[in-house]
């Protein structure tokens, strides 16, 4: 009986360090399909500034448009968007690190820096 048990246990050992070459194989494709997919994506994502930047006032209806949002901006809030002239997602070399969210504001008597960044 314990031959038998030895035969088993090394098989489900055999099976575990197949899984976890897969597991890595796996982690390492999408890591470059994540990557690929970022690099195609910010072409788009500036294309898309670009049109939103002809649009007047397009930050401030966004955001005053989002439900969940809309209450929590005050009347200065909205003033300040007056300024807001482009957001920008981007996404750290190494995708799992995360990313950051930079809001790029026009000149204004707001405040004096004309990028707020958030980092995720």
Same mark, same amino acid.
């Given at each position: 009986?314990?031959?038998?048990?030895?035969?088993?246990?090394?098989?489900?050992? @055999?099976?575990?360090?197949?899984?976890?070459?897969?597991? @890595?194989?796996?982690?390492?494709?999408?890591?470059?399909?994540?990557?690929?997919?970022?690099?195609?994506?910010?072409?788009?994502?500036?294309?898309?500034?670009?049109?939103?930047?002809?649009?007047? $006032?397009?930050?401030?209806?966004?955001?005053?448009?989002?439900?969940?949002?809309?209450?929590?901006?005050?009347?200065?809030?909205?003033?300040?968007?007056?300024?807001?002239?482009?957001?920008?997602?981007?996404?750290?070399? $190494?995708?799992?690190?995360?990313?950051?969210?930079?809001?790029?504001?026009?000149?204004?008597?707001?405040?004096?820096?004309?990028?707020?960044?958030?980092?995720?």
């Amino acid at each position: 009986m314990a031959a038998a048990e030895d035969i088993h246990g090394e098989a489900i050992e @055999k099976l575990k360090q197949i899984q976890d070459e897969l597991e @890595k194989i796996n982690e390492k494709e999408l890591l470059e399909i994540k990557q690929k997919h970022n690099e195609m994506s910010k072409l788009l994502y500036d294309k898309r500034n670009n049109v939103i930047e002809s649009i007047p $006032d397009f930050w401030k209806t966004a955001f005053l448009g989002h439900t969940d949002l809309r209450n929590l901006l005050s009347e200065e809030d909205q003033e300040v968007f007056k300024y807001f002239s482009s957001l920008e997602v981007e996404n750290h070399e $190494d995708v799992k690190s995360g990313y950051s969210i930079t809001f790029n504001f026009n000149p204004n008597r707001h405040f004096s820096d004309a990028k707020i960044v958030k980092l995720f």
